[in-house]
């Protein structure tokens, strides 16, 4: 079945990096454009970025736009978030996913942490 299995979350200080990564299982991950959502406590999920199935296009919410890269490995069928210049609003429960919300069950996502 359809599998999607987050890591790389931690505590970290404003202005840090971190480097999330997912890996994929149960579908043809090379077919298929990839995703990143977060979750903050009490608010909405939210689209972080999008990256195409061959990693040649890639959008990013206004908020994280200048910091974040969306990145793939289709070899190793892994999705990656590189994490830069990270602020306090980005904590957050990180998720990725297909190319839409419904594409594949919710995995347990990684918790992101910005704080001093």
């Known amino acids: 079945q359809v599998q999607l299995v987050e890591s790389g979350g931690g505590l970290v200080q404003p202005g840090g990096s971190l480097r999330l990564s997912c890996v994929a299982s149960?579908?043809?991950?090379?077919?298929?454009?990839m995703s990143w959502y977060r979750q903050a406590p009490g608010k909405e999920r939210e689209l972080v970025a999008v990256?195409?199935?061959?990693?040649?296009?890639?959008n990013y919410a206004d908020s994280v736009k200048g910091r974040f890269t969306i990145s793939r490995d289709n070899a190793k069928n892994t999705l990656y978030l590189q994490m830069n210049s990270l602020k306090p609003e980005d904590t957050a429960v990180y998720y990725c996913?297909?190319?839409?919300?419904?594409?594949?069950?919710w995995g347990q996502g990684t918790q992101v942490t910005v704080s001093s």
């Open positions: 149960g579908f043809t991950f090379s077919s298929s454009a």
């Open positions: 990256i195409s199935s061959a990693g040649r296009s890639t």
């Open positions: 996913q297909g190319g839409s919300p419904t594409f594949a069950p």
